[in-house]
């Protein structure tokens, strides 16, 4: 059985898509197999992963509205041992789609369970809001990793995020717990960096994980180019970063 995991936060910008890209492919790359599930109708993890998200046929969308089966939507990536259940901007359409559907909180629960025994580990990025596309990933997921920016408005939004996981464990999926918190876009040259670390452990009762990932130019330029930062610049400061996050997702840092 597969670790299912959301990577949410319902501020955009904070690095959700490069924590998705860039964890499912360091845990391909130790020869996990790994799905990744794109659930933002901005497609950018679908284009992060060397897709072109404005020709593929069968996405997310028609898998949602039961046009197509989950296999038809796989992708294989140019990772080895990554796949990706991709989207588009057509899945912008979806919430309200959503509304017709009965046990609308559970389409892609339902869906999953075809492929789950097939991989080790998948991951969901989800959109940046509290919408039914992001209920359908919690109640899907068995856990939710939250990247976190280092700025001052972290502590933002965070309270609310915080309690959308309660809800949804109390009323729909009472294995969903908090993975940890991952703080992205650390620069160790500021002192706000380090203040807003402190801050949110201060003020946030769940696990924050030991490895930050820094600001870093090559992150920041591997998605132009399709590409995970472990194919992109394998031995940069993100690569690295992102290596021994996944230890420490899998539990063996």
């Known amino acids: 059985m597969s670790k299912i995991i959301a990577i949410a936060n319902q501020k955009g910008g904070v690095g959700k898509?490069?924590?998705?890209?860039?964890?499912?492919?360091?845990?391909?790359?130790?020869?996990?197999?790994?799905?990744?599930?794109?659930?933002d109708p901005q497609g950018n993890t679908t284009s992060?992963?060397?897709?072109?998200?404005?020709?593929?046929?069968?996405?997310?969308?028609?898998?949602?509205?039961?046009?197509?089966?989950i296999k038809e939507c796989m992708y294989k990536t140019d990772?080895?041992?990554l796949y990706i259940l991709p989207s588009n901007v057509d899945l912008a359409g979806?919430?309200?789609?959503?509304?017709?559907?009965?046990?609308r909180e559970y389409v892609l629960r339902n869906e999953i369970d075809f492929v789950e025994d097939d991989f080790d580990y998948i991951l969901i990025d989800c959109p940046p809001s509290l919408n039914m596309l992001t209920v359908n990933a919690m109640t899907t997921a068995n856990s939710v990793i939250v990247p976190i920016?280092?700025?001052?408005?972290?502590?933002?939004?965070?309270?609310?995020?915080?309690?959308?996981?309660?809800?949804?464990?109390?009323?729909?999926?009472?294995?969903?717990?908090?993975?940890?918190?991952?703080?992205?876009?650390?620069?160790?040259r500021t002192n706000l960096s380090s203040q807003v670390?402190?801050?949110?452990?201060?003020?946030?009762?769940?696990?924050?994980?030991?490895?930050v990932i820094p600001r870093n130019i090559r992150l920041a330029e591997a998605p132009s180019h399709g590409l995970p930062i472990t194919e992109y610049e394998p031995k940069s400061a993100g690569a690295e970063s992102y290596r021994r996050l996944a230890k420490e997702v899998m539990g063996d840092k």
């Open 17 to 39: 898509t490069t924590t998705t890209i860039n964890l499912a492919a360091c845990l391909a790359e130790v020869n996990k197999k790994v799905l990744v599930i794109d659930l």
């Open 48 to 69: 992060g992963l060397g897709l072109d998200k404005d020709n593929i046929e069968t996405t997310v969308y028609e898998l949602i509205l039961g046009d197509a089966a």
């Open 79 to 81: 990772v080895e041992n």
């Open 94 to 103: 979806a919430e309200i789609e959503l509304l017709e559907i009965e046990d």
């Open 149 to 188: 920016q280092c700025e001052y408005y972290a502590l933002e939004g965070l309270s609310q995020l915080m309690h959308t996981i309660l809800l949804v464990q109390d009323r729909l999926n009472p294995k969903l717990e908090i993975e940890g918190i991952v703080f992205t876009m650390y620069d160790g």
């Open 197 to 211: 670390v402190e801050n949110v452990k201060e003020n946030v009762d769940v696990k924050v994980y030991d490895t």
